[in-house]
């Protein structure tokens, strides 16, 4: 029983990783107005590039920086159509989505011959001496790989720089106030810009983390709505980096659960089962109804005063 329980919790903790990569880079970009709806697109293409350079390359570290580089540059696209553009900000997102899922397909193909679910080099676990043994806590927290100690480390510096530091402050005002932000002498094209950027750069990471780490291999779509559930995640976390973990935490919890329901062989439709993770981010939304209170300037597009 104690063995199912900690595998359980495993599984569900390795589940809300690529999610809380996805929020983490959400929070950035959305606390600075800009909406980012490209999540599941960035994630896509994240996977696709770590998955493709470690092929070709063996070797999974440069992967996971080609997935930084691509992320950050698909974000820099996302910000000079919302931001520079001021395009509307939901059809940019979706826009890159589109291209996102069209572009990996066509790309997979190429690259792996058709066989988009070969094999390709992974990371494995780093277990921490006396720590690692301890009952359930030990395989939880300190037998995993550097892209989950990492992500750790990210929540934390992630409250840090948002709520203890000038950048941080900075940002937040570009978010609700944009134009007492600029009267001020703040950039708020360049901050916008920034951190747009570091969202595709941490969302590449949750891209990398699918495909090196949950399942070593490609697969054509294999974000399967992840994207939409960070971004549900962030609301449920009020857009703040500790609150949006643990709601990832949640929503892995349950696709977790989801997973073990079906191997159990429970005599349900598998469909309503690859549901439920869905359906309970929908819930949670449901039940945050006017308590999550967006960036003011959420969405809205920035002209400077001349």
Known sequence: MINFFSDY???SLRLSVPLAFAALGGMFSERSGVLNIALEGMLLIGAFTSAATTFYTGNV???????????????????FLSVTL???????GLAINLVASGLTSFLSRL??????????????????????????????LFRQD?????????VFISTYILF???????????????????TSGISVQRIRYLAVVTSGCLTGLGGAYLSLVQVKYFAEGMSAGKGFIAIAALIFGRWHPVGTALACLLFGATEALQLRIQALGAN???????????????????????????????????????
């Open 9 to 11: 919790l495993v599984s």
């Open 61 to 79: 570290w440069i992967g996971i920086i080609a997935a930084i580089v691509v992320g950050g540059l698909t974000g820099l696209l996302h910000a």
């Open 86 to 92: 001021q395009v509307n900000q939901l059809v940019s």
């Open 111 to 140: 690259v792996f011959g058709g066989a988009n679910a070969q094999s390709i080099v992974g990371l494995n676990p780093i277990s921490v001496p006396l720590l690692a043994e301890i009952p359930v806590i030990g395989t939880l």
């Open 146 to 154: 550097v892209l989950v100690y990492l992500l750790f480390v990210l």
């Open 164 to 182: 203890h530091t000038s950048y941080g402050l900075t940002l937040r005002a570009v978010g609700e106030y944009p134009s007492a932000a600029d």
């Open 268 to 306: 349900l439709p598998y469909q309503f089962l690859i549901m439920l993770p869905y359906a309970i981010a929908l819930f949670a939304l449901m039940g945050r109804k006017n308590k999550s209170t967006p960036p003011a300037a959420l969405g809205m597009p920035y002209l400077k005063r001349s």
